[in-house]
């Protein structure tokens, strides 16, 4: 009991707070208003779950993650479970990403993406004083590389995209040289120009189209980028009332409840709701960055940091694609887009940045200087 009432006390009751004007914005949003609510129903489920798995998360003493075999086990067995999608995976809008447990779906890469952050949190804590080193850069891709491949073929180009976001954002911050990032892009660039001939589907190079030329064809590939940029900005300043979305309520506007639920929620609350929401996932990277300044040791720092990166690239990507900013990916917006996998994964990596935080305000950095320092 004691236990728990400090874990209690110790949470960042800030952080966790924000994400709950961001799940009602989501509900109210999804809502039919009538006697049969599919999503609105089952997202309620799907978020009382999550908050009770984030609570057990910030209970857990995660310092068995800096052990190698580990972490290097969670790695392996989610690269299985993406694996395991070839053979007997659930078809789902023409991507195979997802696992079914009867009336349960769950999607691996959004808890791959957690893992991700895990693996590469203990490669860069033990290498930090190093990095300039390009074979660490090397070796920490080939760590997200691997998933990524196995995404990108699903096809699932969003969460790619972010596993992407993840290795980029954490090889930055741990100190990662401006020739060896020049390079990367270089590779990058390399790879899109074989990923566009040989691996990117005819409607996913339709996409990317429709982002440079939106209105080329309205009533073909464009026309989702083109029906989300109408709901924007047909919001104008305060909206036009909870339940009055045309765009959405009328169906123009495809998928509101997951991809485009910023553009469904902007068109009912206008530039005011818009700014709120800002407000809010703005608050959200200040109180992970500020927890990920005192962590016990740089595993714990990276992790927090990898957890901030992961949020914000759905945020950003999400937000990008539904204003013309960004090709459609069909990325959801944290804690707002309908669906139980994706909730899940954040709640249990922000239960998880808790339980860090927990026992680091115990320790000092000083004391564990040495533990980055020499072999593995």
Known sequence: MNRFKKSFFNLDWTLFLSTLPLIVFGLITMSSFTAKQYYFDRQLVWVAVSIVVFFLCSLIDWRFLRRSEVIVSLYTFVIALLLLLFVVGKVSKGAQSWLSFGSIALQPADFVKIVLIGMLAKYFSRRHVEIANIRHIII???????????????????????????????????????????????????????????????????????????????????????????????????????????????????????????????????????????????????????????????????????????????????????????????????????????????????????????YSLAYHRGDVANEFIGPQ
Not at 191 to 203: D, I, K, M, T
Request: proline fraction near 4%.
């Open 140 to 358: 920490s891709g080939i760590y997200a590389f691997i998933p990524f491949v196995l995404i990108l073929v699903q096809p699932d180009f969003g969460s790619a995209l972010i596993i992407f976001a993840i290795w980029l954002g954490m090889a930055m911050v741990s100190g990662i040289s401006k020739k060896h990032l020049l390079t990367i892009f270089a590779i990058g660039a390399i790879a899109f120009s074989v990923g566009w001939v040989f691996v990117l589907h005819p409607y996913q190079k339709a996409r990317v189209t429709a982002f440079i030329h939106p209105l080329a064809d309205i009533r073909g590939a464009g026309y989702n980028a083109f029906q989300s940029m109408v709901a924007v900005g047909s919001g104008q300043v305060f909206g036009k009332g909870v339940g009055y979305g045309t765009q959405s309520r009328l169906n123009f506007l495809p998928e509101y409840q997951t991809d485009f639920i910023f553009s469904a929620f902007a068109e009912e609350w206008g530039l005011v709701g818009v700014a709120f929401v800002f407000l809010l996932f703005g608050l959200m990277a200040w109180r992970l960055i500020s927890i990920a300044m005192l962590g016990a040791t740089n595993f714990e720092t990276l992790f927090t940091v990898g957890v901030a990166i992961y949020l914000m690239a759905h945020f950003v990507i999400h937000v990008g694609m539904n204003i013309g900013l960004m090709p459609i990916t069909g990325l959801p917006l944290p804690f707002m887009s309908y669906g139980g996998s994706h909730l899940l994964a954040e709640f249990i990596a922000l239960g998880m940045v808790m339980g860090m935080r927990k």
